[in-house]
């Protein structure tokens, strides 16, 4: 079995996306959108409520659960000095309303999300990719450049920082745009093979045993 | 001549520090032998990836990831050992030490469970536990930093007089539960009996028992194959996207205890953050992991 992979430029078109099928690798180039905070998250949907407003508008781009240690100098340069993916499954009731209200067409980080999210992916055109845990030296040779940092009166790793990356990567597609759940498919899978695998267990044990 | 608080202090800072930067040579050795066996394509290049990262790290100096999580040591000191120190308030200094200096920083993840506040400090914090070890002439330190990617898929439940194919499934049921989150391949960690808090101490510390070494016991590695190979064959695969591994190992251990009996389970993630010092009375530190 081959593995494809596609090296592609953010924001991402219609075809791009929907070319895309979990298990290919993906190396992404342009800006991307950060944040590892659960507050972050309660906040974005406050906004899409109209309590606050955006801090940044992510329309058709990609917001990725990651967090970073990033810094403001004195000179008001930004700069990022790690990045690396946090559990995704944490958003798992963020990001129904997220994916729509911010308008994503990608998001991702590790872990994976639920097939509520893999729905609504799959309703607007996104995808989600799985990165890298314990990841951080490969994750940020791809930063470029950090063009900007919202929310930054929050601790480093729950502002949203704004990202120019090249060649991101590798990420792996953990579901796509057409409803498939790399995560959804393995754990069905686990499922199903529970009771051969205890009986498997159970006749080892025997043996063993006898 | 003693062991000494600036011993201490020094051990407290540079483990935390190194269990970021160095993925143990165990955890590698036994990554690169998955790749080897493993037959899903995307599985074996998430593994040569994971190579690929904590080699990068060392040249780097750098942290393999970016969740330092809070720190945990664990204490043994030699019946033997000579001692001029205070361990608490030198395991307190080390680590803020280690807070004020280390490059790059790390970021706030000592979370006060009460408020949700994040800061680098709090109540209790280090995690210490501490022991004794008959004949000894060292104190051995061991800092196990710890988060929540694979923290939170920890599980303990209390049987009474359960068959070895209760706790087995039980075991099994844990790992379906945890599936792709908690940064596969994993060394699952297991401890059976003795009293509950007791209970989830045998698997902590089996988590960070050297991997690939046999259990002595012929039980107990009986076990840990049946298991390694069951929680295998669901087939989460590495960083849980699919493939044929999901653990490195299952690691056992057993304490006698009562009619109830206590099963605790916790994982560590690939990177199997551990490292470890002896150090005796001339000065002589060793470091490892």
Known sequence: ?210 | MPITDDMIIEATKELYSRALRKVPEDAKTAIAAAMQTETNETARRTLELQLKSAELAEKKDTFVCSDSGFPTYFVKVGSKAELDCDFKASIRKGYEVLVDTIQPPLLKHVTNPITLERGYHGKDMPIVSYDFESGADYVEILCSPKALGSGRWAALELFTFPSLETIETYILDVAIKAGAQHCPPVIMGVGIGGSFDHCAGLAKKQTLRPIGQKNPDPTLAAMEERLTKAVNGLGFGPMGTGGDTTVLGVHVDFSSGHGFTPVAVCFNCWINRRARVRMWGDGRMEWSE
């Open chain 1, 1 to 210: 079995m081959s593995v494809t992979e596609h090296d592609l430029k953010l924001p991402l078109t219609d075809e791009s996306v929907r070319d895309l099928k979990v298990g290919d690798f993906v190396y992404l180039t342009g800006e991307i959108f950060t944040t590892a905070g659960l507050p972050t998250h309660d906040r974005l949907l406050k906004c899409l409520d109209g309590e606050e407003d955006l801090p940044f508008d992510m329309t058709g781009g990609a917001l990725f659960h990651l967090g970073s240690l990033n810094e403001e100098a004195e000179d008001g340069s930004l700069s990022i000095i790690y990045i690396n993916p946090t559990t995704s499954t944490r958003f798992n009731g963020h990001m129904p309303r997220l994916i729509p209200g911010l308008g994503l067409r990608v998001t991702g980080g590790k872990g994976g999300l639920d097939a509520a999210c893999a729905r609504t992916m799959a309703e607007n055109g996104c995808v989600y990719l799985s990165f890298l845990g314990g990841g951080a030296p490969i994750l940020t040779a791809g930063i470029r450049k950090v063009t900007g940092i919202g929310w930054p009166e929050m601790i480093s790793h729950y502002r949203i920082a704004r990202i120019e990356v090249e060649r991101l990567g590798p990420l792996t597609v953990g579901i796509d745009a057409h409803g498939n759940s790399i995560y959804d498919q393995t754990s069905d899978l686990a499922h199903d093979k529970r009771a051969e695998i205890l009986a498997e267990m159970n006749s080892a044990r025997e043996g063993t045993q006898a």
